[in-house]
């Protein structure tokens, strides 16, 4: 039987994706986000699109600060486009 690929839902496009094609933002349990490239960092997760248009679309839409009820910083864009390339 074929191993099942877990798939995950982009915050900022709404697409269905392997978890592998997605990068997981992580909100600590101390409240603090990190970019999370090991995919199993303890705390509230949320995915986006390893894509330059999807992360314009969820800084735009405000997806992250809804998932994570935060503001999000400058900085913090720049370590997710970091990221993604």
């Given amino acids: 039987m074929p191993k099942k690929i877990p798939m995950r839902r982009c915050i900022a496009t ?3 994706l ?8 992580v909100r600590t ?6 970019v ?4 199993k960092a303890n705390g509230r997760g949320a995915y986006l699109k390893k894509d330059k ?3 314009e679309t969820a800084r ?5 600060q809804k ?3 935060t503001d999000i ?6 370590k997710i486009e970091n990221a993604i390339k």
């Fill in 36 to 39: 999370d490239l090991s995919g």
């Fill in 73 to 78: 910083s400058e900085e913090f864009w720049q």
């Fill in 60 to 64: 735009k839409k405000g997806c992250l």
């Fill in 67 to 69: 998932a994570f009820e």
């Fill in 18 to 25: 392997p978890k592998g094609k997605l990068l997981r933002i």
């Fill in 14 to 16: 709404g697409e269905q």
């Fill in 29 to 34: 349990p101390q409240g603090t986000l990190e």
């Fill in 53 to 55: 248009a999807a992360v």
